[in-house]
């Protein structure tokens, strides 16, 4: 009988697909518009990788940069993944245990795919990332919310995480640097998670898509302290930035690798090839770390720019000074009560994007997600005045 899966019922637009497709339409009608809203980094890549690969491309006469490649991803990208996890975090990765994908969303996928079966309990925390939520589902997941406050600094408390863990808890996902926060676990809450992954035996699944993007403070790789019972997920969507291209690594124990190679194999059969030898030459690259901290230095100062323009013209907005990512999570709930027509009004009428705070959080549904990536100082500072603007405006009807 013709009809369709129940579980595709889960799966939902991406919430930033949907902003992105209005942002386009009032573009096309000449519409300036100021882009808060974007998850993908304002700075491209070096020019001098992309020439390497530019000079690759025009002399390449066979067929290894158009071609298929070991569904495990070229054993040079892997090697220099290991090699940049070695030289950032101090962790020793074998080859063997990475897996390049078709980017983080893949990622998330197959470990999923990996790991779930109908029933077993997945723990997010409140707010994180709105990806986990409709990929658990679709696997039949149950999913349990971790409450986090921005007066404590959306840290992590060990002992009521520890509540909510029973017989049926399979994963905690654990997003750090955060989106939509900038938060980032100290190590010895990373210490505490790990200990408690290993005496209840539940999978830590590390989404570290922005641990290079450190303004404050170091990322915790928490793999070094549960190698076992951790599966990382990482992107190069946020550095060396080309989320168009379409490209990002797992890591975790040998008895899992495998799996998660089955499980990128059947949905992609093997990753971009000229993303993977574009990605292995910046790694391996005199101008990686230089590249580094040029767009950490830049992305500092936007963000500084954001903080100051939200203290500004948004006097009653209550925010932590993210420490790491991309964006600043604004809690406006002394102005408005629906983030999401918020953010509707202001793209319609003032031409600004923003990421309403339901799509992250059951708790902060009056906040909104702002990126200070992409656009220019001066267009952040526009912007954030035009959402003072606009909660003069209407903030008492919202």
């Known amino acids: 009988m013709r009809g369709f899966s129940q579980a595709i019922s889960f799966l939902r637009e991406s919430p930033t697909r949907k902003i992105d497709a209005i942002r386009e339409r009032l573009k096309r009608e000449n ?5 808060l809203s974007a998850g993908q980094p304002g700075i491209p890549p070096p020019i001098e990788i992309r020439s390497l690969l530019a000079k690759q491309l025009l002399e390449e006469r066979g067929m ?32 063997g245990n990475i897996v390049i994908i078709t980017g983080g969303q893949e990622g998330m996928f197959a470990t999923f795919m990996t790991i779930l079966n109908p029933g077993d309990e997945v723990i997010l925390l409140d707010p994180t990332y709105f990806g986990y939520k409709p990929i658990i589902e679709y696997f039949s997941g149950r999913i349990k919310r971790l409450a986090l406050s921005m007066d404590e600094g959306f840290k992590i408390d060990v002992e009521r995480l520890k509540e909510l863990i029973t017989s049926r808890t399979k994963a905690l996902v654990l997003v750090s640097p955060d989106n939509p926060t900038g938060n980032i676990v100290d190590r010895d809450t990373a ?11 539940f999978w830590i699944v590390s989404d570290e898509a922005y641990r290079t993007l450190i303004y404050e403070g170091e990322h915790t790789y928490i793999y070094r302290y549960a190698p076992d019972h951790v599966i990382s997920i990482n992107t190069f969507s946020k550095d060396p930035g080309i989320p168009g291209w379409r490209l990002g690594f797992v890591y975790g124990p040998s008895d899992a690798v495998p799996k998660l190679k089955l499980a990128a194999e059947e949905m992609t059969y093997c990753p971009p090839v000229v993303a993977q030898r574009f990605v292995a030459a910046y790694l391996r690259s005199e101008v990686r770390m230089k590249h580094l901290r040029y767009i950490i230095e830049e992305y500092r100062s936007r963000r500084d720019a954001a903080i ?5 013209y948004l006097p009653e907005a209550r925010f932590i000074i993210p420490r790491g990512s991309m964006f600043v999570f604004v809690d406006m709930s002394r102005y408005i009560r629906d983030s999401e027509r918020f953010a509707e009004i202001l793209l319609e009428k003032f031409g600004v994007t923003v990421i309403p705070g339901t799509y992250f959080s059951d708790i902060y549904r009056a906040a909104i997600r702002v990126s200070f990536v992409v656009e220019s100082i001066d267009r ?14 209407y903030g008492e009807s919202l």
Request: charged fraction near 40%.
């Open 191 to 201: 210490k505490a998670i790990a200990d408690l992954a290993r005496d209840k035996d």
């Open 64 to 95: 290894d940069l158009y071609g298929y490649t070991p569904s495990q991803g070229i054993i040079e990208l892997r090697e220099a993944v290991a090699e940049d996890l070695k030289r950032l975090g101090g962790i020793d990765v074998d080859p």
């Open 380 to 393: 952040i500072r526009e912007g954030i005045r035009k959402i003072g603007e606009a909660v003069s405006e």
């Open 308 to 312: 100051e323009a939200l203290r500004n």
């Open 31 to 35: 519409r300036d518009i100021i882009n």
